[in-house]
């Protein structure tokens, strides 16, 4: 393993994180300035308040990894950040950051993919876990499966997806909805843990006719009906007692596991692929995690789930992703661009660094 010292920033959405990674696998030091507090009051992410936190975080927490490492910038190898997909202010406080730093410090940039760098968590997670596999993201902006080639940069190609909410974004949706606050995904596995998954219809709710992909939005509209009554919008009173919310939350989290579980591995079946690793925010959720390593045990299935930590969103995995493309010999120009969406792999291949 060689020695590569590599920086990674992190600050697309509400985590400012910063890390510091020796070769492949050794954390000198890791930072995640976590902005829940902050956006609390209003139950969801507010992409002006996350800007203005990383701004004021991200020199802190660079400081303090340098500091904690005990190394000196002109020891770095790279600096990798990411530049997309993600809210574009917050994702140009990092890559401006970034850029400043590798002009000063003359160092390597490297432009990392944050949905690349949630598939990376779980090869940094098992060194012995290299592509091809599957990978199955699950966070508050995406519902995607990719298949990960074996050439020199781990090009991803996009085989399932949601049709309209992501995973996240409906547990966070669906807690708000059953009045359980922000962020609504671990609150909902918190209360699920006391309710009945039988109690309400939903289990098929998320899986599309076409076979493939996924849909949240109806699941949604379910929990509003049964949460607040039909037609009367999300502010009426909640009509569920501490019992009815609880089986809510666990109705609503068993359709989840259900239909990603159902179609990652119908996909995986009919690629004959044996290899998958999850990645995102939603990968920390307890009965997601147990529901895919029984139907991987069942089918024979090779699966690596990167620890909590590295499931949400951190800098470790963008270091690790920059380390795997700066080994490939990626370095990007100093006129890197900040994009909102992720690239199609075509727009990458052709050399386009947007859609
Ligand atoms: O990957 P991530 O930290 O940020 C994005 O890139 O979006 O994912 C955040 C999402 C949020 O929607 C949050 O509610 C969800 O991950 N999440 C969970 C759990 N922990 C975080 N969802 C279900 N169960 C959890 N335990
Ligand atoms: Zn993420």
């Known amino acids: 393993m060689d020695g590569l010292l590599t920086l990674g920033i992190e600050t697309s959405c509400d985590e400012t994180a910063v890390a510091l990674l020796r070769g492949g696998r050794d954390v000198l030091a890791d930072y995640v300035g976590t902005q829940i507090e902050r956006h609390r009051a209003y139950g969801g992410v507010i992409p002006e308040i996350a800007c203005r936190a990383h701004m004021e975080w991200l020199l802190p927490g660079l ?89 020199a940069t781990f090009t991803t190609r996009q085989i399932a997806g949601t049709l309209d909410d992501a995973a996240g974004e409906a547990f966070d949706k669906a807690a708000k909805l059953l009045g359980l606050g922000f962020p609504g995904g671990p609150r909902i596995e918190k209360t699920a843990e006391g309710g009945d998954p039988d109690r309400f219809p939903w289990k098929r709710t998320c899986l599309p006719p076409d076979g493939k992909n996924w849909s949240f939005s109806g699941l949604k509209t379910a929990v509003l009906h049964a949460a607040r009554g039909v037609g009367k919008g999300r502010t009426a009173p909640l009509l569920l007692d501490a019992q009815g919310v609880a089986d809510a939350a666990a109705s609503f989290q068993r359709a ?56 949400t969103d951190n800098a470790v995995m963008v270091a690790f992703r920059g380390a795997e493309l700066r080994r490939a010999g990626v370095r990007d120009p100093l006129s890197l661009e900040a994009f909102s969406v992720r690239a199609t792999p075509d727009a990458v291949r052709s050399g386009a660094r947007h859609i």
């Open 63 to 151: 400081r303090d990894v340098l500091a904690r490492a005990d190394v000196r910038p002109e020891r770095l190898d790279a600096i990798a950040v990411t530049h997309r997909p993600g809210l574009i202010g917050a994702v140009l406080v990092g890559v401006t950051a970034a850029k400043a730093l590798a002009l000063a410090w003359d160092k390597p940039l490297v432009g990392v993919d944050h949905i690349d760098a949630h598939i990376a968590a779980a090869r940094f997670a098992r060194p012995d876990f290299a592509p091809p596999h599957a990978a199955l993201v699950v966070s508050g902006g995406h519902t995607q499966l990719h298949f990960v080639d074996d050439d």
């Open 256 to 311: 989840v596991v259900f239909a990603l579980v159902e179609r990652t591995m119908e996909a995986m079946r009919g690629r004959g692929m044996r290899r998958l690793s999850l990645g995102g925010g939603v990968a920390a959720n307890g009965a997601l995690r147990r529901a895919f390593t029984e139907a991987a045990a069942r089918e024979g299935v090779d699966l690596s789930i990167p620890p909590m930590g590295l499931c």
